[in-house]
């Protein structure tokens, strides 16, 4: 057996035709298991799940609680995002500012952090993209110094635009977050 192995190593055409085989299985192989490890940014939904946003989480749907009064006559600033992001970005941290400063003036008043989405990419895509942007608005409040349970997060994804136009100018209006204002309900006696 040896000796039929020095024979087939012999063979120059034989070895360099095994070597690009065996080279261009491993590329393969390389390519195919970095590909696995990095998830795919799709518009289905898919790249974006559900996760805490600077470690205040995710309000449980059974907290929601939007019965107090709203505060129709203060209007607060959206805070805007860039496409595809749910990062708030350094020139919109004033407006978070202001709404803190609002809020601490105001220790009777809860709010509702409402994310929203241009009318790119899916309907489930948005709607966990919105959320994400209500979170992150939520957790800059809480790093402000708001406490947490003042603040609730609802995403409203594409179905609440501010402008109907399919332009970039009105898909920047669209992607924000919106503030809902609310009384405390009182309490029955």
């Known amino acids: 057996m040896r000796k039929g192995f020095k024979m087939f190593s012999k063979s120059k055409a034989c070895s360099k035709s095994w070597f690009n085989v065996l080279f261009v299985f491993s590329l393969c192989v390389l390519v195919s298991v970095g590909c696995k490890s990095k998830k795919p940014k799709v518009d289905d939904g898919s790249s974006v799940t559900p996760t805490e946003v600077g470690?205040?989480?995710?309000?449980?749907?059974?907290?929601?609680?939007?019965?107090?009064?709203?505060?129709?006559?203060?209007?607060?600033?959206?805070?805007?995002?860039?496409?595809?992001?749910?990062?708030?970005a350094d020139t919109e941290i004033a407006k978070v500012?202001?709404?803190?400063?609002?809020?601490?003036?105001?220790?009777?008043?809860?709010?509702?952090?409402?994310?929203?989405?241009?009318?790119?990419?899916s309907a489930e895509y948005n709607m966990s993209l919105g959320e994400h942007r209500a979170l992150a608005v939520r957790a800059a409040l809480v790093g402000i110094g708001i406490d947490a349970s003042r603040i609730q997060t609802k995403s409203y994804g594409r179905e609440k635009p501010v402008d109907d136009r399919h332009c970039e100018e009105a898909w920047h209006k669209n992607r924000r977050v919106d503030f809902a204002l609310y009384l405390d309900k009182p309490q029955a006696q």
């Open 97 to 121: 500012q202001k709404v803190a400063e609002f809020m601490k003036a105001k220790p009777d008043v809860k709010l509702t952090t409402e994310g929203n989405c241009d009318e790119r990419g």
């Open 55 to 88: 470690g205040t989480g995710q309000i449980p749907e059974g907290q929601r609680d939007e019965n107090g009064t709203a505060i129709t006559d203060t209007k607060l600033d959206n805070v805007l995002f860039s496409y595809d992001s749910f990062q708030v």
